[in-house]
């Protein structure tokens, strides 16, 4: 199969010039009938690895996604392309399911999304096997891993592919997954001497700040004031916090939109669709929201409670920027984030090793939010990526954290987590420490032990974080059968002895430099030109509307950008441009071309004569 047909179909309908990173190997490698992993940051261009080896190679190309949402959008794009792509899944009637059916028994379609519960039914296979498939793409691949932060259980299945389709390339494509998951992935789905292509999973454009949780909300107000007209995702645990979110924020004036599995399925999509179709859009929701979500203007992502791994958090924070903008990856976490989310694997009803696993990972995200030194540097090397130098461009690089010797502060928690009996949580433990007269202190009569008031001198804050972090570097757990009772690990012991010291990072009271991470794009639009850039945005809109796509759909605004700052006059001028496509030209071109040569004409008024 040759790759200069690939190379056409880049250009011709996609409307790019040139293969973005080891794309074209990857390609390559499908065209050659090799099976390949394939790991790529979030907006790295996974999806032509598989979707141009389908339209090259002879027969339908085969895409397994997870999501209803994410096939939907997917195929809507490729069909403004231009592209012979349908979905099979529960939104379509049955007559449209017959006709899709029948496009696929006459091989008439490009590529053809299916759900893995769907592929899995024996009336599909059997239907698969009577035609002639291209390639086999099973996106978001690491749904398959039991150890991941998004399992599913339709996945497992997936290696019936192996069997039933020997010939056939297939490709595993994800854009979050350490060595672990990525053995699992090739063993689970039988992907036996497959090529592994695995891009650097950085996302310079992205600047990641972690602050030590004091008031949750007054954080994110603070985090969100110069952010009122950003497109964005705040994730809360629950569905409750959601909701409550939500209604503050649209009190202080955002256009905010809870979403939950809570909600009922119409309000769902309707919230999902505003947020694509509308510009400054916030939604705020459980981790039900997000996969293959396209929108490629996410200006930030949010986290007001502690996501479970970093790869849950590598992955919901990738779904800001994907248009190459500066955007920001916020979080807030505290002591409770830590007893809560211990508590959880702990209670779980797993078997003992995947809490192993469990607890591996969530001790690997406590410790990189307690980094002193480069954060992204840290992200980075938990995935075997490195970075050689500081990125500059992380909450630890552009404010330092303090650190100091917190030896003799540890040794008077520890000791009193000792001599209260190690029965009780951390608010008990601080007021001891703290020579508070409750009630609880007085029954329990411990204003009579040595350890009462001996850190009277700090906080109740302060004493969280000394908490906090004693936790995450294992020298205390909160246990779960005892109601989050602080109990001493075997860790603890040098550290009460004076063997071992300990250094702690000192949590400063949130600033505006943190906050205010709120950047210019990098290609703003000139004043003079501002007049064009929202009349090709508003034209962009009355599109999108007419076709019931997402604006992006149309056209990403870097490609808007790139008419402002061109001003192509012709159609082979307009062509040239990143992210226009033969199609797209004949559907859209005249009315692009036509406001920009209007307001070509107004800026240079002696081109009328």
Known sequence: MSIDRAHDLLRNVFGYSSFRGRQEEIVAAALAGRDALVLMPTGGGKSLCYQLPAMVRPGVGLVVSPLIALMQDQVSALKQLGVRAEFLNSTLSWPEQCAILDAVAAESLDLLYLAPERLLQEDTLQRLERIQLAVIAIDESH?????????????????????????????????????????????????????QFVSGFDRPNIRYAVQAKTDANAQLLAFLKERKDQAGIVYAMTRKKVETLAELLVQRGFTALPYHAGLSTDTRNTHQARFQFEDGVIVVATIA???????????????????????????????????????????????????????????????????????????????????????RRALLEYFGDSLEEDCGNCDICLTPPKTWDGTEEAQ????????????????????????????????NRHDQL??????????????????????????????????????LTPRSRPLLRGEERIRLREDPPPKRAVTKAARAPAHEIPAEDESLWEALRELRMKLCREADVPPYVIFHDSTLREMVRLRPSSPQ????????????????GEAFLQVLVEYGARAHPSREA
């Not at 056939?168 to 001497?193: F, K, S």
Request: with cysteine.
């Open 450 to 487: 040595s350890t009462f008031g001996i850190g009277e001198d700090r906080s109740v804050a302060q004493w969280r974080s000394i908490l906090r972090q004693v936790m995450v570097q294992g020298h205390l757990y909160a246990d779960a059968e005892r109601y989050g009772a602080l109990r």
């Open 289 to 375: 929201f997000g996969m293959g979500i396209d929108k490629p203007d996410v200006r930030f992502v949010a986290h007001v409670d502690l996501p479970k791994s970093i790869e849950a958090y590598y992955q919901e924070t990738g779904r800001a920027g994907r248009d190459g903008e500066p955007a920001d990856g916020w979080m807030v976490y505290g002591l409770q984030d830590v007893v809560r989310m211990r508590q959880m694997v702990d209670r779980s009803e797993a078997g003992d090793e995947h809490k192993r696993i469990e607890r591996m990972k969530l001790d690997a995200l406590l410790g990189w939010c307690e980094v002193t030194a480069c954060r």
């Open 573 to 588: 001028e307009l062509l040239e441009l990143q992210g226009v496509g033969e199609k797209k030209l004949e559907r859209y």
């Open 412 to 443: 008077k928690l520890l000791s009193c987590v000792y001599r209260t009996g190690q029965r009780f949580g951390a608010g008990h433990v601080i007021d001891v420490l703290r020579g508070k007269e409750t009630d609880k202190v007085h029954r």
């Open 143 to 195: 749904c398959v891993s039991q150890w991941g932060h998004d399992f599913r259980q339709d996945y497992l299945g997936l290696n019936v592919l192996a069997e039933r389709f020997p010939d056939v390339p297939r490709m595993a494509l994800t854009a979050t997954a350490d060595e672990l998951t990525r053995r699992e992935i090739l063993t689970r789905l039988e992907l036996n001497g497959a090529d």
